[in-house]
């Protein structure tokens, strides 16, 4: 377990430095990554583009994580991310990514989720919910 954590965290390490160190021994060649907004990589070749692409625009500024689940070959990893566009956007979220394993302890599908943490209880006034009026998150 301690090594594909090491391995994730090598992996958020990458991001919050934009440099790719190393990719090729994370994942394997046919990985799939999906994004908690929508895109999908299909192989190492691309997720590496999108990664140099990505960085481009963009930079990582913390990838914290707060913990780790492990069950037969998938780990599910809990954090917090932020970042800001070259635009000057800054985006947070609170989020997790579903990893499963191949027998080589390569990463062969990542999947993450993201929650908005500009949370609010609709029902705090009362039995009639009332929503904020703002444009959900992309996720």
């Known amino acids: 377990m301690k090594e594909r954590e090491q391995k994730i965290r090598a992996w958020f390490q990458m991001w919050l430095d934009g440099s790719d160190t190393g990719a090729e021994e994370l994942f394997d060649p046919g990985a799939v990554y999906i994004e908690s907004w929508g895109p999908e990589y299909h192989g190492l070749a691309k997720i590496r583009h999108w990664f140099r692409e990505w960085n481009t625009r963009g930079h ?80």
């Open 60 to 139: 990582v500024l913390q990838w914290d994580i707060k913990q780790f689940f492990h069950n037969g070959d998938q780990t599910v990893v809990e954090w917090y991310f932020r970042n800001r566009m070259d635009d000057g956007r800054e985006e947070t979220f609170d989020g997790m990514s579903l990893v499963r394993w191949t027998a080589e302890e390569k990463i062969c599908f990542l999947q993450e989720f993201g929650c908005n943490r500009n949370r609010y209880d609709p029902y705090e006034n009362g039995p009639e919910p009332q929503f904020r009026d703002e444009q959900a998150m992309w996720f």
